[in-house]
């Protein structure tokens, strides 16, 4: 079996992503996150996590949408390593 890298992109609400992205990092531990400027002051948060192919990224999805502060999570990329 390989590994996958998934790429989230994490929509916060307004304000409140440098918060959400110490939550995400402190109870997810993912393999990479950083805060990117989109423009007009928005911010996003990128998220990588890599997993074995026999498992899902959907439960990925779920724990960040859980997260107190998240608005929308969606997958920008999704690729075998």
């Known amino acids: 079996m390989g590994r ?6 994490v ?6 992503e440098e918060k959400v992205s110490r939550e995400i990092a402190e109870k ?6 950083q805060l990117e400027d989109v423009a007009f002051g928005i ?8 997993h074995e192919d026999t ?7 779920e724990k ?7 608005r929308e999570v ?4 999704e690729s075998l390593l």
């Open 4 to 9: 996958v890298g998934v790429v989230f992109k």
């Open 11 to 16: 929509y916060a609400d307004n304000g409140e």
């Open 28 to 33: 997810l531990k993912p393999n990479g996150l």
């Open 43 to 50: 911010k996003i948060i990128k998220v990588l996590f890599i």
């Open 55 to 61: 498992e899902g990224s959907s439960v990925y999805e």
């Open 64 to 70: 960040l949408k859980k997260i107190d502060g998240v």
């Open 74 to 77: 969606e997958v920008e990329e």
